[in-house]
C-alpha cells in the first residue's frame, strides 16, 4: 500500500460531545489535573472496570493530545506541561462557549505538520511538513463543505505538498463532475487496521469530534457511501479561521478559490522538541481581532497592467532578513508568487518565494526583490500611517 497519512489513534477531546468525546475530555483533564505523566499512566491502569487504560493505551492518548497542540511530555521527562492553546481549550469549555472552543481547537490543529515532533525514535509517518489539518478545511470550504470518505482514502488523504494539495482538489472536481472516475485509478484499499483507524480519526480531528462535522449515509457517486458534512453553525469559524473574508465584504484580495491553497502556510522545520511544541501549542490569537483584521482590505497599486497590494511595515508586517512576519488574518491574501510592494523599501516590488507558519498566529513570508518602480513617490499615499507614531 501506499504511504498514507498517520494519525493520533484517539478521538478529539470534546466536553459537548458524545460519551466517547467525554471521555476523552475526562482523560485530558486527568493530565491537566496532575503534574506528573507516572501519576497519570497510575491512575488510569489502577482503575477498575471500563474506566482502566492501559500503560500503552495513555501514552497513546498522550500522544493525541500532543498532536492537537493540549499538552507536551518531552522524551525522558515525567513533567507534564499544558499549552498555552490548551488552556484557552479549557477556559471555553468552563465558559461552555462552544464558538470559542471550535476558534481555538481549529486553530491548534491547522498548525499540525504530517511528520510530527522532531523526537529520536523512528516515525513511522511520512516525512512532510505539510499541514494536514489546515488542508483539509480549506478543502472542505473549496469543496461546498463536504467530503465523501472516498474522496478523502483514495485523493485527498494522500497529498503531502501545496503542489499536491491544488492537483487533488481539482482532481475530486473532476471526479464529481463525472470528467473523471475512479475506475481510472488505484484499487480501493484495503480498510482494516492501522489505515481505517487513521483515515476515521482524521475526520473525527477536524471535526472536533461531532462539534463541526455531522456525518450521514446515503445515496453516494461512490463505492463508499458515507459523507462528511461542516455545520454551517460552524462554517463561518472554519472560514476565518483560514483566512476568508465574509461574503459582505470579500473583494478579489482574499476571496476563498485555488489561490488560498497558495496562500497555506507551510510548517518551519523543527529541531528539537521545545521548539516544536512552542509553536504547536503556542496562544490562540483573539477571534474578534481575528476578524477584524480579516476584514480589512489591503491597500491595492496598479502597477503596469497587474493589481499590487500594498504593505505598511509596523501594521502588516516586521521585517526579519529576506523576510516578512505578520499575523495569518492580516496576510491571509498573500500567496506564492505575488507580487507585493513593501514600504520599508518603496523603489521595488517584491515577489512572494514561501510562506511558512512560525508561532501561533504569526507567519513568515519569505520575500524578493523583483521590478524597480520608476515612481515610488506617486505610491507613498497609499501606505498607512502607524497610530502608535
Same mark, same amino acid.
Given at each position: ?10 478521538? !478529539? ?14 482523560? +485530558? ?7 506528573? !505523566? ?9 482503575? =477498575? ?5 492501559? $500503560? ?10 500532543? #498532536? ?21 481549550l479549557? $477556559?471555553?469549555? @468552563? ?5 470559542? +472552543?471550535?476558534? *481555538? ?16 525514535? %523512528?516515525?513511522?509517518? *511520512? ?9 483539509? +478545511? ?20 494522500? %497529498?503531502?505538498t501545496? /503542489?499536491g $494539495? ?15 472516475s475512479? /475506475? @481510472? ?12 483507524n ?9 471535526g472536533?469530534?461531532?462539534? &463541526? ?9 461512490y463505492?463508499? @457511501? ?5 455545520? =454551517? ?15 459582505a465584504?470579500? @473583494? ?5 478559490? /485555488? ?14 522538541? $521545545? ?6 501549542g ?13 476584514? #480589512? ?10 493589481? *499590487? ?5 509596523? &501594521?502588516?508586517?516586521t %521585517?526579519q ?8 488574518a ?9 507580487r ?9 516590488? !517584491? ?21 524597480? &518602480? ?14 502608535? #507614531?
Amino acid at each position: 500500500m501506499a504511504a498514507y497519512w498517520r494519525v493520533a489513534s484517539y478521538g !478529539y477531546p470534546n466536553p459537548f460531545g458524545d460519551k466517547n468525546a467525554q471521555r476523552s475530555w475526562k482523560i +485530558f483533564m486527568s493530565f491537566v489535573q496532575n503534574d506528573s !505523566y507516572q501519576g497519570v499512566k497510575d491512575q488510569w491502569t489502577s482503575a =477498575s472496570g471500563p474506566d482502566r487504560l492501559s $500503560a500503552h493505551a495513555v501514552e497513546s492518548r498522550k500522544s493525541s493530545l500532543e #498532536e492537537f497542540g493540549l499538552l507536551y511530555v518531552f522524551s525522558g521527562s515525567d513533567k507534564i506541561e499544558i499549552t498555552p492553546g490548551g488552556r484557552q481549550l479549557i $477556559a471555553a469549555a @468552563d465558559a461552555q462557549q462552544k464558538d470559542e +472552543f471550535t476558534w *481555538v481547537g481549529i486553530n491548534l490543529l491547522m498548525r499540525f505538520p504530517l511528520q510530527g515532533p522532531p523526537r529520536s525514535r %523512528v516515525t513511522s509517518n *511520512v516525512a512532510s511538513a505539510f499541514p494536514i489539518y489546515n488542508f483539509l +478545511f480549506s478543502a472542505l470550504c473549496e469543496l461546498q463543505n463536504y467530503v465523501w470518505l472516498e474522496e478523502l482514502i483514495r485523493v485527498l488523504g494522500k %497529498v503531502t505538498t501545496v /503542489d499536491g $494539495a491544488r492537483a487533488a482538489l481539482e482532481q475530486v472536481r473532476d471526479l464529481r463532475s463525472g470528467a473523471e472516475s475512479f /475506475d @481510472d485509478l488505484e484499487p480501493m484499499p484495503d480498510l482494516r487496521g492501522a489505515y481505517y483507524n487513521s483515515m476515521n480519526q482524521v475526520l473525527n480531528h477536524i471535526g472536533l469530534a461531532g462539534l &463541526i462535522l455531522t456525518s450521514e449515509r446515503g445515496s453516494s457517486p461512490y463505492t463508499l @457511501d458515507r459523507k462528511d458534512s461542516l455545520l =454551517s453553525s460552524a462554517s463561518e469559524i472554519v472560514r476565518l479561521a483560514i483566512g476568508e473574508r465574509s461574503a459582505a465584504s470579500a @473583494d478579489d484580495d482574499c476571496v476563498i478559490s /485555488d489561490q488560498f491553497i497558495n496562500r497555506m502556510p507551510t510548517v518551519p522545520p523543527f529541531t528539537t522538541e $521545545a521548539a516544536y511544541f512552542r509553536y504547536l501549542g503556542a496562544a490562540v490569537p483573539d477571534m474578534a481581532q481575528s476578524r477584524l483584521a480579516v476584514e #480589512e482590505s489591503l491597500p491595492q497599486v496598479l502597477f503596469g497592467q497587474e493589481n *499590487v497590494s500594498v504593505l505598511t511595515e509596523k &501594521i502588516h508586517y516586521t %521585517v526579519q532578513g529576506q523576510s516578512i512576519i505578520g499575523e495569518v488574518a492580516t496576510l491571509c491574501r498573500v500567496s506564492r508568487g505575488q507580487r507585493l510592494i513593501l514600504s520599508h523599501d518603496s523603489d521595488w516590488t !517584491y515577489k512572494v518565494r514561501g510562506k511558512e507558519r512560525v508561532e501561533g498566529g504569526t507567519v513568515e513570508v519569505q520575500i524578493v526583490r523583483s521590478k524597480p &518602480i520608476s515612481n515610488p513617490e506617486t505610491i507613498l499615499p497609499y501606505f498607512m500611517e502607524d497610530p502608535n #507614531e
